[in-house]
């Protein structure tokens, strides 16, 4: 049996508190985005979540459809909405999509690759179901100062590792599969932003198991690694209230289809 991608049903409740853009920034990437999607008719969000992306999309005026494996994290989309399903949703893997060959003028992915085990197989998807000169955007996600925290962590808690399919920090792969399948690389504009999140709250949001790469680790392990990640924090950051991450850049790749 294949592994599963993992599903954020425990997250829907949280979930834009802790992943959600300043407005700024959501703008800016809105405006990316939306101008790369112009004019290529319907376009797939593959992990569709709560409607981070694809909501403010929808209402710029880009023919969305969403795809996500948690009825729950669609439900909260639908909320956001009014209550009313806003454009076509679907509730299915990213590996095995409910859709025929070259459905698609484009497809959108943000913060996705690290939790599908079968990843080769998502990028294979998208191949099919985005058609000939459509494109797929993919925002691998990561952290800049924030990965010295996360290693720590995985490491005390036993050497857990970050990902269960692409590691964010390394996009050449994905890139490389790309091109197997004939795909021209770009790099679109990076956005510029911050997070204020202070490195004490993000210390809080792990301990209350918020973030995916906690999941994997026993309660009892996260509770007694805590504290030592703490005093590691305070020794490497000076304080615990110095924003996490003063400095970030969202990076967007498109992938071009021939």
């Given at each position: 049996?294949?592994?599963?991608?993992?599903?954020?049903?425990?997250?829907?409740?949280?979930?834009?508190?802790?992943?959600?853009?300043?407005?700024?920034?959501?703008?800016?990437?809105?405006?990316?985005?939306?101008?790369?999607?112009?004019?290529?008719?319907?376009?797939?969000?593959?992990?569709?979540?709560?409607?981070?992306?694809?909501?403010?999309?929808?209402?710029?005026g880009v023919p969305m459809v969403g795809?996500?494996?948690?009825?729950?994290?669609?439900?909260?989309?639908?909320?956001?909405?009014?209550?009313?399903?806003?454009?076509?949703?679907?509730?299915?893997?990213?590996?095995?999509?409910?859709?025929?060959?070259?459905?698609?003028?484009?497809?959108?992915?943000?913060?996705?690759?690290?939790?599908?085990?079968?990843?080769?197989?998502?990028?294979?998807?998208?191949?099919?179901?985005?058609?000939?000169?459509?494109?797929?955007?993919?925002?691998?996600?990561?952290?800049?100062?924030?990965?010295?925290?996360?290693?720590?962590?995985?490491?005390?808690?036993?050497?857990?590792?970050?990902?269960?399919?692409?590691?964010?920090?390394?996009?050449?792969?994905?890139?490389?599969?790309?091109?197997?399948?004939?795909?021209?690389?770009?790099?679109?504009?990076?956005?510029?932003?911050?997070?204020?999140?202070?490195?004490?709250?993000?210390?809080?949001?792990?301990?209350?198991?918020?973030?995916?790469?906690?999941?994997?680790?026993?309660?009892?392990?996260?509770?007694?690694?805590?504290?030592?990640?703490?005093?590691?924090?305070?020794?490497?950051?000076?304080?615990?209230?110095?924003?996490?991450?003063?400095?970030?850049?969202?990076?967007?790749?498109?992938?071009?289809?021939?």
């Open positions: 049996m294949a592994p599963e991608s993992i599903a954020f049903d425990r997250a829907a409740e949280f979930y834009d508190r802790t992943r959600s853009l300043l407005p700024e920034a959501e703008r800016a990437t809105v405006e990316l985005l939306r101008t790369e999607l112009a004019g290529r008719g319907r376009c797939l969000e593959v992990g569709v979540g709560t409607g981070l992306i694809s909501l403010p999309l929808h209402e710029a795809l996500d494996l948690s009825i729950p994290m669609l439900a909260k989309l639908v909320e956001k909405a009014g209550g009313a399903i806003p454009f076509p949703l679907v509730l299915a893997d990213a590996t095995r999509m409910p859709f025929r060959d070259d459905a698609f003028g484009a497809a959108v992915v943000r913060h996705l690759f690290h939790l599908v085990p079968e990843w080769r197989r998502l990028v294979e998807e998208l191949v099919r179901v985005v058609g000939p000169g459509g494109t797929a955007l993919v925002n691998l996600g990561g952290f800049k100062d924030t990965w010295g925290i996360v290693d720590r962590f995985l490491e005390l808690a036993g050497g857990v590792a970050f990902a269960v399919g692409l590691d964010p920090r390394d996009a050449e792969t994905l890139d490389r599969e790309f091109e197997r399948h004939e795909a021209r690389v770009r790099l679109l504009p990076p956005i510029g932003t911050h997070d204020d999140t202070t490195v004490g709250q993000f210390l809080d949001e792990m301990d209350a198991g918020m973030h995916s790469w906690t999941w994997r680790v026993p309660d009892e392990v996260r509770r007694r690694v805590g504290p030592h990640l703490r005093t590691w924090a305070e020794g490497r950051f000076g304080s615990l209230e110095r924003p996490v991450e003063p400095d970030l850049q969202i990076l967007w790749r498109a992938y071009d289809l021939p």
